[in-house]
Nanobody
Framework: QVQLVESGGGLVQAGGSLRLSCVGS????????VAWFRQAPGKEREFVAA??????RYADSVKGRFTISRDNVKNTVYLQMNFLKPEDTAVYYC???????????????WGQGTQVTVSS
């Protein structure tokens, strides 16, 4: 069982940047594919980015603006978000699974979420 804790959310102006962190428990966290999803009020949860041991994947809406990375020594996955837009406003969730890349929400483990608000 892995536990995930997100942090780094907040309020930022359009065009600004934030870095989200997801800290995972357990000695095997580096074996997990870790993804970021987001959910805006009244909308479905949507895929943002994912990282496996050696590869990354992004939603088209964030390509070129967001970067996902991981530090396996610190058991942490980061989401660097640049050039933020008001439409990026959502609760951002970290998710992990051993089964590899997927863009649907069928991940076994989830964090509690962190709010990102981008003002215009």
């Amino acid at each position: 069982q892995v536990q995930l804790v997100e942090s780094g959310g907040g309020l930022v102006q359009a065009g600004g940047s934030l870095r989200l962190s997801c800290v995972g428990s357990g000695r095997t966290f580096s074996s997990y594919t870790v993804a970021w999803f987001r959910q805006a009020p009244g909308k479905e949860r949507e895929f943002v980015a994912a990282i496996s041991w050696s590869a990354t994947r992004y939603a088209d809406s964030v390509k070129g603006r967001f970067t996902i990375s991981r530090d396996n020594v610190k058991n942490t996955v980061y989401l660097q978000m640049n050039f933020l837009k008001p439409e990026d406003t959502a609760v951002y969730y970290c998710a992990a699974d051993l089964r590899g890349f997927r863009t649907n929400a069928e991940y076994a483990h989830w964090g509690q979420g962190t709010q990102v608000t981008v003002s215009s």
